[in-house]
């Protein structure tokens, strides 16, 4: 990790690859046991160690994003196996990190100064990298040097940029100091607000007070953005004209993942082919058959392939590079990422099975099967996920409108991670959709969520009557945060853990009709999850879980005042009936947010509204 205007590396700690997608990707702040620290850019991330990740549909998607199309691959986080040895090379394997914010407070005699003062010490344990702190070298009193915990608050804008909180400005606003600042962090009172905290300065005795950079009025305490990004180390060119935000560190909303995520389709039902595809990040850059031997014979990853002729290996490359360079023509199709996925569940005769895939078709949930096409058990399935960006301030909407760059250049790849895992696969009749839609489209319950979508996004700056998902998504989003929540008291896995995937397309248009849900739970173990969701789908299982949600759904903790709530086109949310006692998700869980729910369009509530979808015979 660079220290001062040295670049020195050292353990620090230690995440999961999968946080380094959803928690604690490049751009975000690691809470760590004594400091924080930022994750830096693409550009200072050891590309030796990692490995590449295959799905053309997946880095098809990605290339067609803005500014992305120069991406070539998918990558894993750096890795090594450990050794008891501290000092052998895989301790120094990770991602980089800088420490931030880097102005610290010592938590003896609170003075608070930045990193580069030279005041403060980076302690690291070897065995222990847990244990790393920095102490206040000077500090007056008796006994070990105390530890330097960092500043508690920063300032943030909605483009994604991320600074330092203004100290000296922020205590000096009415006068410049006497002399030369230095400051101290003194908790208010019992500090039971984090905002009770006043920064005076001992130099010339002005003081100010934390609750100001907070609510009305904070902008005339805080100045406009500067544009920093400290996990590239730059100030942006052009500057940064957004009001500052101050944070506290470690807030929910400092950053947001953007990502892509598809399920891994088979390529083949050819055995060989499978393989090639699977290994394709090898494969895919043999220039001749003559190498082919070679390289399965010595290369681990391609030892299944050995016992097959090379001349059909080499064919089958051929085929395949060649369907790959056909594909991709630009016209939208590489942005979709559920059409595929439907094709195959809607037709799972068709569908082939590998290691990572295997469907099973049941009968349709039982009292259900007025509203519900057969139940198709996702067996094994494999996701891939690509980190693309992340935002601050707010959630990334489907344009992923002001999402910050992960790299100084043009990035050639970006970080990707894959789990393995099951689901259930529930598909809705169609006709019952399109005649629901009907007779719900311009109810006034509709409407108002209709209406305040478009007013959040014209308050963004942004088409106010694009990406309005519909009636549709609004019903299949609803029904499965009702199953999530429903399925985590009976399969094992907390809701957290299961994951819901939205298939919605209206008739008419390029696309078939798509009304479908699928709930998978997945873990990054080579060998998945062990078959408790998946159990669940068979259909004398399923239709009393059904069951059972709808009767949660008739009634909430918190109604009649949930079931009334109408989204008003002032208000900044996007759901009707719907709060946490009853029907939101945890964020792993939503693809969306907890936006576009509403539990009267499932069935009757106190609100009586009559949309309701579904009814219990």
């Given at each position: 990790?660079?220290?001062g ?7 620090v ?11 604690f ?7 760590l ?9 693409l550009?200072?991330?050891d ?12 880095l098809?998607?990605?290339?067609a994003e803005p500014?992305?199309d120069?991406?070539?691959e998918?990558?894993?986080a750096p890795?090594?196996?450990?050794t ?5 090379s895989w301790?120094l ?5 800088t420490p931030?914010p ?5 938590s003896r005699?609170a003075y608070?100064?930045p ?7 980076l302690e690291?344990?070897?065995y222990r990298?847990?244990?790393a702190r920095?102490v206040?070298?000077n500090?007056?009193?008796h ?15 909605s483009?994604g940029h991320l ?10 606003k009415?006068a410049p100091?006497?002399?030369n600042?230095?400051l101290?962090a003194i ?9 009770d ?6 130099t010339c005795d002005q003081?100010?007070?934390?609750a100001?950079a907070f609510?009305?009025?904070?902008e005339?305490v805080?100045?406009?953005c500067?544009?920093r990004?400290?996990?590239?180390r730059?100030f ?5 004209r957004e009001q500052?935000?101050a944070?506290l560190?470690?807030a929910?909303?400092a950053?947001?993942a ?5 399920l891994?389709i088979p390529?083949s039902?050819d055995a060989?082919?499978?393989?090639i595809a699977d290994?394709?990040?090898?494969l895919?850059?043999?220039g001749?058959a003559?190498?082919?031997?070679n390289l399965?014979?010595f290369?681990?990853a391609?030892t ?11 064919a089958?490359i ?6 790959l360079a056909g594909?991709?023509?630009?016209d ?8 595929p ?8 005769g ?11 078709p ?5 009292g259900f099967?007025r509203?519900f096409?057969p139940?198709?058990?996702?067996e094994?399935l494999?996701?891939v996920s690509?980190?693309i960006?992340f935002?601050?301030?707010d959630?990334?909407?489907a344009e992923?409108?002001n999402?910050?760059p ?7 790849w ?8 099951e ?11 399109a005649a629901w839609?009907?007779r719900?489209a ?8 209709r209406?305040?979508h478009?007013?959040w996004r014209k308050?963004r700056?942004?088409?106010p009557?694009?990406?309005w998902?519909?009636?549709r998504y609004?019903l299949l989003h609803s029904?499965?945060h009702?199953?999530i929540n429903e399925?985590?008291?009976e399969c094992?896995?907390a809701?957290?853990s ?7 397309n209206a ?6 009709p798509?009304a479908g849900v699928?709930?998978?739970?997945a873990?990054p173990?080579?060998?998945g999850?062990?078959?408790?969701l998946?159990s669940l789908?068979?259909p004398?299982?399923?239709g009393?879980?059904?069951t059972?949600?709808l ?11 949930c079931?009334n709530?109408c ?5 900044d949310v996007?759901h ?10 945890p ?9 576009y729910l509403?539990?009267s ?10 949309i ?6």
């Amino acid at each position: 990790m660079p220290d001062g205007e040295r670049k020195v590396i050292r353990r620090v700690g230690g995440v999961r690859p999968s946080q380094l997608m959803y928690a604690f990707g490049v751009g975000s702040v690691v809470d760590l046991p004594n400091f924080s620290v930022v994750v830096g850019g693409l550009d200072d991330w050891d590309q030796a160690k990692q490995a590449v990740i295959t799905e053309e549909r997946l880095l098809a998607a990605v290339r067609a994003e803005p500014g992305l199309d120069t991406v070539r691959e998918l990558r894993s986080a750096p890795w090594e196996p450990e050794t008891r040895n501290p000092f052998d090379s895989w301790a120094l394997t990770g991602v980089p990190v800088t420490p931030f914010p880097r102005w610290l407070r010592c938590s003896r005699c609170a003075y608070l100064a930045p990193i580069d003062s030279g005041l403060f010490e980076l302690e690291t344990a070897p065995y222990r990298p847990d244990r790393a702190r920095y102490v206040h070298k000077n500090c007056s009193g008796h006994g070990r040097a105390p530890t330097a915990v960092p500043a508690r608050f920063v300032v943030a804008c909605s483009r994604g940029h991320l600074d330092e909180f203004p100290w000296v400005e922020f205590v000096h606003k009415d006068a410049p100091c006497s002399g030369n600042p230095i400051l101290e962090a003194i908790d208010l009172g019992t500090g039971s607000r984090s905002t009770d905290v006043m920064v005076r300065c001992r130099t010339c005795d002005q003081r100010g007070f934390m609750a100001q950079a907070f609510g009305e009025g904070a902008e005339q305490v805080l100045p406009l953005c500067r544009g920093r990004s400290p996990h590239l180390r730059r100030f942006d060119s052009d500057g940064c004209r957004e009001q500052a935000t101050a944070m506290l560190l470690g807030a929910s909303n400092a950053w947001f993942a953007v990502t892509h995520i598809v399920l891994s389709i088979p390529a083949s039902a050819d055995a060989t082919e499978q393989l090639i595809a699977d290994n394709w990040a090898i494969l895919g850059s043999v220039g001749s058959a003559a190498e082919l031997p070679n390289l399965l014979r010595f290369v681990p990853a391609l030892t299944a392939l050995a016992g097959h002729d090379p001349s059909d290996v080499w064919a089958a490359i051929e085929a395949r590079r060649a369907a790959l360079a056909g594909g991709g023509g630009g016209d939208g199709t590489e942005r979709d990422l559920v059409g595929p996925e439907w094709h195959v569940f809607t037709n799972p005769g068709a569908a082939p099975t590998s290691d990572d895939f295997k469907l099973v078709p049941a009968r349709s949930p039982e009292g259900f099967d007025r509203w519900f096409e057969p139940t198709m058990l996702v067996e094994r399935l494999r996701a891939v996920s690509a980190l693309i960006g992340f935002t601050r301030i707010d959630g990334p909407d489907a344009e992923a409108r002001n999402m910050a760059p992960l790299a100084r250049h043009r990035p050639t790849w970006v970080p990707g991670a894959q789990s393995r895992g099951e689901g259930i696969f529930l598909r809705l009749r169609e006709d019952r959709v399109a005649a629901w839609e009907q007779r719900v489209a311009g109810t006034p319950r509709m409407e108002a969520l209709r209406l305040a979508h478009q007013s959040w996004r014209k308050r963004r700056g942004l088409d106010p009557g694009a990406l309005w998902p519909g009636e549709r998504y609004v019903l299949l989003h609803s029904l499965a945060h009702a199953l999530i929540n429903e399925l985590a008291l009976e399969c094992g896995y907390a809701a957290a853990s299961i994951r819901e995937r939205i298939y919605a397309n209206a008739a008419g248009g390029d696309r078939p009709p798509m009304a479908g849900v699928l709930l998978y739970t997945a873990a990054p173990d080579a060998e998945g999850t062990l078959g408790g969701l998946v159990s669940l789908g068979r259909p004398e299982f399923v239709g009393p879980v059904l069951t059972r949600a709808l009767g949660r759904m008739r009634l909430c903790t918190s109604d009649p005042m949930c079931a009334n709530h109408c989204p008003g086109e002032n208000e900044d949310v996007l759901h009707g009936a719907a709060c946490h006692a009853c029907l939101f998700a945890p964020e792993t869980s939503c693809e969306r947010g907890n936006r576009y729910l509403d539990r009267s369009v499932l069935c009757s509530t106190l609100a009586d509204d009559d949309i309701g979808f579904l009814e219990t015979q």
